[in-house]
């Protein structure tokens, strides 16, 4: 989950973040809690991110989870506008112990947490060795690849 934008009542991203995950409690028992970083901005957003990943043990299936999600980010204050743009709260369900689901409304694990470090760093604080389907690598070597030098072009 991540914010960029300060609420009337929890105060500044960080306190957003840490807040949405207390109200995440409500969805099942949280295991594990990342703590909050702070990322660059990515697309439209104008300000950088507080970032964070939660281990959650639910009874809930994917499509509930995903309108628990919805549900929260309205009420924290999340409208309806730019895509990757500032924004209050925004929540995303990476990945799930059944392995990947697939609906109109939601594919897990979700496309492009591979090529976000805003998703694997939080998230190998706490699930380093979580795998992920379909070729069952772990977050740390989703990370690794991610984050691995690179030669200069010749």
Known sequence: MGSNRRHPLYGDPRAVVRAAMDEWAAFGTIAARSPVIA????????????????????ALDPPALLAACKRTEREFGRRPGQRWGDRVLDCDIIAWSGGGWRSNALTIPHPAFAQRRFVLDPACMIAPDWRTPPHGLTLV???ARLTRPRPLPR
């Open 39 to 58: 990322t660059p901005a990515m697309g439209a957003a104008q300000r950088r991110f507080a970032n964070a990943a939660l281990v959650l043990e639910s």
């Open 141 to 143: 070597h989703h990370q």
